[in-house]
């Protein structure tokens, strides 16, 4: 017999996730730390010096040019907007729904543990790598979900297990906190094969040292991530577990 929730459209399901998000915003105080796209803080970013890139290579399989379409639509409004010092990133915020009608396309998803077609799918990568910038950036990570499933081997995969970030519209996104003085933004660029991005701003001069540690579990994987704060100290800065529990994302 099935439950009752699942006698409710999905997009209402979605709206109703995004109406208590933006609820819970107000009352933590994070909308009006959100930042804004514009056209100023575009060229504002524009203008910052580059100070370190990641690449991350694109596999080839049934859906991976219909990713890079997806990835070049998302980036276009992602790229060199300005986050000012106290900012907080939200990709959600800036890439908005990834519908059909918005030109997005059918991608990989995965979705209660497995692999299936979404449209908009392919973005967790962009996502994932933003992440993973951040962390050498020494920015606050506000929001970030690991996937439910470990697609790779540690010879196939395209980034530390752990370096991923799952995002799936209404459900999870990926916020960042710029805590530094300075104002910083990503530049992003698909290759025929590889996704590059960028972090420019004043500051930081150099990357923060940033390590994922992987421990085995019983039902899955654990993967604690780990930055260098100091020449001294390590600070851990999140966990994820793979395998156990049920997710989705736009892979």
């Known amino acids: 017999m099935k439950h009752w929730k699942q006698y409710i459209p999905s997009n209402w399901k979605r709206q109703l996730k995004l109406w208590l998000r933006a609820w819970r915003d107000r009352r933590t105080g994070q909308a009006r730390l959100l930042m804004r796209p514009s056209l100023a803080g575009q060229k504002l970013g524009a203008s910052l ?14 859906f991976s040019e219909n990713k890079k379409h997806n990835l070049r639509l998302a980036i276009a409004t992602l790229q060199n907007q300005v986050v000012q010092p106290g900012e907080i990133f939200s990709f959600w915020e800036l890439v908005g729904p990834p519908t059909e009608k918005r030109g997005y396309q059918a991608g990989r998803a995965i979705q209660g543990g497995s692999l299936s077609a979404e449209v908009g799918g392919g973005l967790c990568q962009l996502a994932g790598i933003l992440h993973y910038l951040a962390l050498q950036a ?93 020449p001294e100290q390590w600070e851990e800065v999140g966990q994820s577990f793979y395998g156990n529990y049920q997710g989705k994302g736009l892979n």
């Open 49 to 62: 010096p580059a100070r370190f890139s990641l690449r991350q290579p694109i596999r080839q399989n049934a």
């Open 138 to 230: 020494g920015w606050e990570i506000v929001e970030r979900f690991p996937h439910s499933l470990d697609l790779y081997t540690e010879e196939s995969r395209y980034a530390p297990l752990g370096a991923d970030a799952a995002v799936a519209y209404g459900y999870k996104d990926l916020r960042l906190r710029n805590p530094h003085d300075s104002p910083g933004c990503f530049r992003l660029e698909v290759l025929p094969d590889a996704l590059v991005a960028t972090y420019c701003g004043e500051f930081p001069q150099q990357v923060f040292p940033v390590e994922f540690v992987m421990e085995a579990k019983e039902n899955g994987k654990k993967v604690r991530t780990r930055r260098m704060a100091s």
